[in-house]
């Protein structure tokens, strides 16, 4: 497939929900407790208690903000016992979050 057709398929695939998921991922790049929290779980599997402690920020905060993430899938879960511990779901946003940091950090 030459480089034109390529571009035209991707159009295509503009339809509304992929328009949609697309800007509620950036949604959840706009939020800098979001951020810290993506940041983090690309760091390490981490509960909520561990999220909160690590990032200054009260358990209810953490735990509404990882059901947004949780929804559009960029984080999983898995449960041990009674504790519940959450990590990154997809590298793709991962890799756009390191980009964007390093963005910002380009002098």
Same mark, same amino acid.
């Given at each position: 497939?030459?480089?034109?057709? +390529?571009?035209?398929?991707?159009?295509?695939? $503009?339809? +509304? +929900?992929?328009?949609?998921?697309?800007? @509620?991922?950036?949604?959840? $790049?706009?939020?800098?407790?979001?951020?810290?929290?993506?940041?983090l779980l690309s760091q390490k599997e981490c509960s909520v208690n561990e999220i909160a402690e690590v990032l200054e920020l009260h358990q209810s905060?953490?735990?509404? @903000?990882?059901?947004f993430l949780k929804n559009l899938r960029l984080v999983k879960f898995r449960r041990e016992g009674t504790t519940v511990f959450y990590s990154n779901?997809? @590298?793709?946003?991962?890799? $756009? $979050?390191q980009q964007a940091i390093d963005h910002a950090c380009h002098d």
């Open positions: 497939m030459n480089p034109e057709e +390529e571009g035209k398929n991707k159009i295509n695939c $503009l339809n +509304e +929900e992929t328009l949609f998921i697309v800007s @509620q991922t950036f949604k959840a $790049l706009s939020d800098n407790t979001r951020i810290k929290i993506l940041y905060t953490v735990s509404h @903000q990882l059901s779901d997809d @590298q793709h946003i991962i890799n $756009l $979050l």
